[in-house]
């Protein structure tokens, strides 16, 4: 079978809701209904690692995107970011194409408009020139099911986030 050579990169809790802050979680395991349309569309995912579980582990309590926009957050996210930016851009040079990012609305890491992890995460595309132009988000509904027909599953352009 031919590979479509499309590739999504998705915040760690779409494939891995365990990462999740106690009592935040929208499924037992993973993100069924964005993993299915990953699947239908042809795309490759690759899992983002999951930032505050690295930082403060499974028992951290919520917080906000002021109490985890501090130097040492944004170094941490640099430092765990650096594997996968290499590995976006060998598939980048290789002629695929990363067709977008899959994040979490509401999330103070992983919201693509104003998370921590995932302005970090531009930036280093960025300076690296691996090109992350487009994000879908599950959406923060009570459910949080995503449907990429659906204007609460669409962010839409990362160019304003990473140029602003």
Not at 93 to 103: C, M, S, T, W
């Amino acid at each position: 079978m031919k590979r479509s050579k499309k590739i999504i990169v998705a915040s760690h809790c779409v494939l891995n809701q365990n990462a999740v802050v106690s009592h935040e979680a929208r499924s037992p395991g993973i993100m069924k209904a964005a993993v299915e349309w990953s699947d239908e569309q042809g795309y490759g995912i690759v899992q983002l690692p999951c930032p505050e579980f690295t930082f403060l582990g499974p028992e951290r309590p919520p917080m906000t995107v002021e109490e985890y926009d501090t130097p040492e957050f944004h170094a941490h996210n640099r430092r765990i970011l650096a594997p996968v930016i290499e590995q976006l851009k060998v598939y980048q040079d290789h002629g695929y194409e990363i067709v977008g990012g899959l994040g979490i609305s509401g999330s103070p890491s992983c919201d693509p408009g104003k998370g921590v992890f995932m302005q970090d995460l531009l930036a280093l595309a960025s300076e690296e020139g691996v090109h992350i132009d487009f994000f879908w988000q599950i959406p923060n509904t009570e459910d949080g099911t995503f449907d990429p027909h659906d204007a609460k599953s669409v962010f839409g352009s990362t160019s304003a986030v990473s140029n602003g």
